[in-house]
């Protein structure tokens, strides 16, 4: 599968900047594709906040990694348990540890969706 994974140049003062390209807030990336993500706390990740990764399906999303904001924390059972139930892992740490593992996992050609708080 050809990958055009967008690569995580920067975060801070509120969003990221994308192969290049600034992203105000947060960011959800999903099968290389990137939308803003209207969440600005773990308590905003649901399952709903996570509709397209859960619809994308394991065969195309192997796991989400999440960058939880500042100070890593688990997201609610609910949103672990949606993630379980469609066959898709979860992988959740601290936003800047985030971002910097998804470029080296993108780079190894992973199958993965990412979703990024942003920090202030």
């Given at each position: 599968m050809a990958r055009d994974a967008p690569s995580v140049d920067a975060y801070g003062s509120g969003g990221f900047r994308l192969s290049g390209a600034r992203h105000e807030g947060s960011v959800l990336i999903?099968?290389?594709a990137v939308w803003a993500w209207?969440?600005?706390s773990l308590a905003?990740?649901?399952?709903?906040a996570i509709a397209s990764v859960?619809?994308?399906g394991a065969s195309e999303v192997e796991f989400l990694l999440?960058?939880?904001g500042a100070?890593?924390?688990q997201p609610s059972r609910e949103t672990r348990d949606a993630l379980r139930a469609?066959?898709?892992g979860l992988e959740f740490m601290d936003t800047p540890a985030a971002a910097k593992l998804y470029n080296v996992?993108?780079?190894e050609g992973r199958r993965l969706a990412c979703a990024l708080i942003a920090l202030p």
């Open positions: 999903v099968q290389d209207p969440v600005t905003e990740v649901t399952p709903a859960i619809s994308a999440l960058g939880v100070r890593n924390a469609a066959g898709i996992l993108t780079a």
